[in-house]
């Protein structure tokens, strides 16, 4: 489970939904240890603004199953990463398909990264002409993000 780029450890509940609603779109997840059951793990899934949880877990043969919407029939997978592929397309018993994985690989980074520039200079103050014109394009880049997660948003919702 560890080599799992969206396994994200024993975070509790409240992490995994914060992790989610920070990403923001349908259909993003993770993958987590259960707070309640002991070598039991959790696939949780953003819809709609909701955190929806799967239990899932390895059985004694050592194939990965998910409990899924009632009255779907459940299915076994010799490998987790199999389960997931499964379950990234529709009508699989899930609230919503697996569509924007949140890696724990990811969150590391960007944790680890600075958030102030280590050579002493201001962000909000460029002491460079050079800075100063390139700052625009910057914010215009910022703008264009903005568009095209509105358009993403407008398609799946």
């Given at each position: 489970?560890?080599?799992?780029?969206?396994?994200?450890?024993?975070?509790?509940?409240?992490?995994?939904?914060?992790?989610?609603?920070?990403?923001?779109?349908?259909?993003?997840?993770?993958?987590?240890?259960?707070?309640?059951?002991?070598g039991v793990y959790c696939?949780?899934?953003?819809?709609?603004?909701?955190?929806?949880?799967?239990?899932?877990?390895?059985?004694?043969?050592?194939?990965?199953?998910?409990?899924?919407?009632?009255?779907?029939?459940?299915?076994?997978?010799?490998?987790?990463?199999?389960?997931?592929?499964?379950?990234?397309?529709?009508?699989?018993?899930?609230?919503?398909?697996?569509?924007?994985?949140?890696?724990?690989q990811r969150r590391a980074?960007?944790?680890?990264?600075?958030?102030?520039?280590?050579?002493?200079?201001?962000?909000?103050?460029?002491?460079?002409?050079?800075?100063?014109?390139?700052?625009?394009?910057?914010t215009q880049g910022q703008?264009?993000?903005?568009?095209?997660?509105?358009?993403?948003?407008?398609?799946?919702?």
């Amino acid at each position: 489970m560890e080599n799992l780029p969206v396994y994200h450890g024993p975070i509790g509940k409240e992490e995994g939904e914060r992790r989610l609603a920070q990403d923001g779109r349908d259909g993003c997840y993770l993958v987590r240890n259960s707070d309640t059951v002991q070598g039991v793990y959790c696939l949780c899934v953003l819809c709609k603004g909701y955190v929806y949880t799967y239990r899932i877990h390895k059985d004694d043969a050592g194939s990965w199953a998910a409990e899924t919407t009632p009255g779907v029939d459940k299915r076994y997978f010799r490998q987790i990463k199999n389960l997931i592929a499964a379950f990234q397309a529709p009508g699989q018993g899930l609230a919503m398909p697996l569509l924007f994985p949140v890696t724990a690989q990811r969150r590391a980074r960007a944790q680890a990264e600075p958030r102030t520039p280590t050579d002493g200079l201001s962000p909000t103050a460029p002491t460079s002409p050079f800075l100063q014109q390139s700052r625009p394009h910057a914010t215009q880049g910022q703008k264009n993000r903005n568009k095209n997660k509105k358009e993403v948003q407008q398609a799946f919702g």
